[in-house]
């Protein structure tokens, strides 16, 4: 086995506990913190996710008067952590 195969089916292993990770928390509705590389913490909950971006909802507390939902796109390359939020 090559090195480059090595390392190609590492990164499979490691982009299939990411989508379990993602899928789990998507799926559960738990509230999530996402950090960014520039500092910045969201909060939300995941509406889905593909390879490369992650779709947050969030309500602010204007918003919950009014029953509106943000929905925001977060590439992943510009995360840094995401957490679960105490449930």
Do not use: R, W
């Not at 779709?55 to 590439?75: A, C, G, P, R, W």
Request: net charge positive; hydrophobic share 45%.
């Amino acid at each position: 086995m090559s090195e480059d195969t090595v390392n190609l089916s590492m990164q499979s292993i490691a982009l299939f506990q990411q989508d379990n990770f993602l899928d789990l928390i998507c799926k559960q509705k738990y509230p999530i913190f996402i950090y960014l590389i520039s500092g910045i913490k969201l909060k939300g909950y995941m509406a889905g996710f593909d390879k490369h971006v992650i779709f947050l909802k969030s309500e602010s507390s204007e918003d919950v008067k009014h029953k509106q939902l943000n929905l925001q796109i977060i590439y992943k390359h510009a995360i840094s952590t995401i957490a679960v939020a105490a449930v």
